[in-house]
């Protein structure tokens, strides 16, 4: 048999789709732990139903993963799959639309029964009908060659076929010519109690590899060199959002020599972090599984009070149930880090779906003038960085900080250049010790509210310090004493003072990117649109034009050049999965006109859907 053409790409975009029981999002994790190994710069967007078990078969059933990933630097999981492997009829047609005319779709025949199509109204096979001759078809039966190749392992058929995953895992491995040795580990280790399962998976696998090698209908595979260029010097990993937020917090903890204590209630898409934090009480973490949203943030907030490091984590719905207890840290000046992995809503919303529409909930959500420092990451590995900054925040000025990640960062991944330990922040902290204010008589006394000149923080005294004893609670403080206080002029201040606390949080200037220095349009962008917006930007600036880019990390307070920068160009456009909040904030604060370009589909924003945008508003500034 003749050697098989090998072809050289720079970038690949993969799409994984079936039943959501098919196990399409662990063969999509393989994959991109088998890519980032091999050193290719990469972005994921799972993509699956809010129930634990949807319908089988069905088009809300349906479960997918997609992988970009290329020999240089990208940003975007991609806007459209070179590949497209479906498991299902249901796979196929959710995912078809999105599927460009001469791209590769490689289908489970197995499932394509009569039954199967009518499901999801397919009056005809597609495979027949001419409606995929535009595309590269490979029709292979995936369930029937599994259970072929497992047959030794005196599995069911059922049983034997759920390791399908594995054989078109191991097929696509094959074609793109992926590592596969930390695959057969994963998997020896997942099924370590089940030996023959294990093996049964390893086996399946293989046969996808050797199917590859020795089909006729598949005559090439493809090499993508690894992103050499792309990574600065040094040990990589790949790694979600979820798991770098995770990382972030520990790394505070450890940094500022407190222990980490995380309050919590479950909740989709913010449950991983507290999954994660539960397995490292080895670095002293606390975690508190709680019995509702508000308990959950009752106890962080208590353990901020006993001096720990407060986390809770939770998304919309349950920032809703917890405005109270923020207002209350707000009002006792306690560090604590609200952690808000933002999905489509109102309510309930679309629990998998990633949205970004919590920020003025996080800026105003509270009864009261109760300002909170708002911080929001770019990128799944900038989360690490983010939960860092945040709890800077925190610590330094004894503050609530909202931290607005959301499940496009939490469930998708990238390469994270492993920081040194060195090279992170100092964030230790002085706790109170003593007496620190004389009355007019000599007597030494504690007042719990006199605060420091430069941060405007409170002394942070530990329950149980001799003589530290202090009032808390909900109602307001007298300035100084923190006695009860109806005063007028009193509030008057303390609201004020508040206020002029978050105001004078030292963040970085904005920086802008603007390479021929005439650029007329701005795009200002937060949060997770950074990927899809600077692709975009490279592409306008490709194609000749010229743009300028800003993105904010920090959304309260603002940086302080920002309304420099903004009135700086003719026309500012703010792309936001919500229905145009950052540009609302902007347009109040700074007088400019920020114009928004908006989706709420629960799904990230496309590069050439942006840069169409961006094009449009350049041609008519």
Not at 45 to 63: K, Y
Not at 78 to 100: E, Q, T, Y
Not at 310 to 316: D, K, L, P
Not at 542 to 556: C, E, P, S, T
Request: charged share 20%; hydrophobic share 40%; net charge negative.
């Amino acid at each position: 048999m003749q050697d098989k053409e090998v072809r050289r790409l720079d970038r690949v975009i993969i799409r994984f789709a079936g039943d959501s029981g098919d196990g399409m999002q662990l063969t999509g994790d393989r994959f991109t732990s088998e890519t980032a190994s091999f050193g290719n710069d990469l972005s994921t967007l799972p993509n699956f139903p809010a129930e634990i078990r949807a319908p089988a078969g069905t088009l809300p059933g349906v479960s997918s993963f997609q992988l970009h990933f290329a020999d240089h630097d990208i940003l975007t999981p991609g806007d459209a799959p070179d590949v497209l492997v479906a498991m299902n009829p249901a796979a196929l047609k959710a995912n078809i639309a999105d599927v460009p005319r001469g791209a590769e779709i490689i289908v489970n025949t197995d499932e394509f029964t009569k039954r199967a199509m009518a499901k999801v109204g397919y009056d005809a096979s597609p495979l027949e009908d001419g409606s995929l001759d535009g595309y590269s078809v490979h029709q292979v039966p995936l369930t029937t060659l599994t259970v072929e190749a497992l047959k030794e392992y005196e599995l069911g058929r059922k049983e034997a076929g759920r390791s399908k995953n594995m054989f078109a895992l191991g097929l696509l491995s094959w074609m793109y010519h992926r590592p596969t040795e930390q695959t057969e580990a994963f998997l020896r280790a997942k099924f370590a109690k089940k030996p023959t399962i294990a093996d049964a998976n390893i086996a399946a696998f293989r046969a996808g590899w050797n199917f590859g090698e020795t089909t006729e209908d598949f005559a090439v595979s493809y090499e993508v060199a690894p992103a050499s260029a792309a990574f600065p010097p040094g040990t990589y990993r790949n790694i979600s959002g979820n798991l770098a937020l995770s990382y972030g917090l520990i790394a505070a903890s450890q940094q500022s020599d407190l222990p980490l204590f995380l309050g919590s209630y479950p909740i989709t898409p913010a449950s991983d972090v507290l999954h994660e934090l539960s397995k490292h009480k080895n670095f002293g973490v606390r975690t508190f599984q709680a019995e509702d949203e508000i308990a959950g943030i009752g106890a962080a907030l208590g353990a901020a009070f006993g001096g720990s490091l407060a986390v809770t984590t939770t998304s919309g719905p349950g920032v809703a149930l917890k405005s109270e207890t923020i207002g209350l840290a707000v009002s006792l000046e306690l560090p604590l880090l609200i952690v808000d992995i933002q999905r489509g809503g109102p309510s309930t919303g679309l629990p998998t779906k990633t949205e970004q529409a919590d920020l003025l909930q996080a800026m105003y959500g509270r009864n009261g003038e109760a300002p909170v420092p708002i911080v929001a990451p770019a990128t799944p590995a900038d989360c690490f960085t983010a939960a860092l900054d945040a709890a800077r925040i925190a610590l330094t000025y004894r503050t609530p900080v909202f931290l607005l990640s959301d499940g496009y960062l939490a469930n998708g991944s990238e390469p994270w250049r492993i920081p040194e330990v060195d090279s992170l922040p100092d964030l230790r902290v002085r706790f109170a010790s003593a007496a620190n204010h004389e009355l007019d008589d000599g007597t030494e006394v504690f007042w719990p509210y006199k605060r420091d000149p430069q941060t405007l923080a409170r002394p942070w005294a530990v329950p149980g310090t001799p003589g530290l004893e202090h009032r808390i609670g909900g109602i307001e403080k007298q300035d100084g004493t923190g006695n009860i206080s109806y005063d007028p002029a009193n509030h008057d201040f303390m609201v004020r003072t508040r206020q002029a606390k978050v105001d004078g949080v030292e963040v970085p200037d904005v920086e802008v990117s603007d390479p021929t220095g005439n650029a007329r349009v701005l795009v200002l962008g937060w949060g997770s649109t950074f990927g899809p917006i600077t692709a975009a930007v490279r592409r306008v600036r490709r194609g000749g034009d010229a743009i300028a880019q800003a993105h904010l990390r920090h959304l309260n307070p603002f940086p302080g050049n920002l309304g420099e920068v903004l009135r700086r160009y003719d026309k500012v456009i703010v792309p936001e999965m919500n229905l145009g909040q950052l540009a609302t904030l902007v347009r109040a604060r700074y007088l400019v006109d920020a114009q928004s370009y908006t989706q709420v589909r629960g799904l990230p924003f496309k590069a050439e859907q942006l840069a169409t945008a961006l094009k449009e508003a350049i041609a008519h500034g």
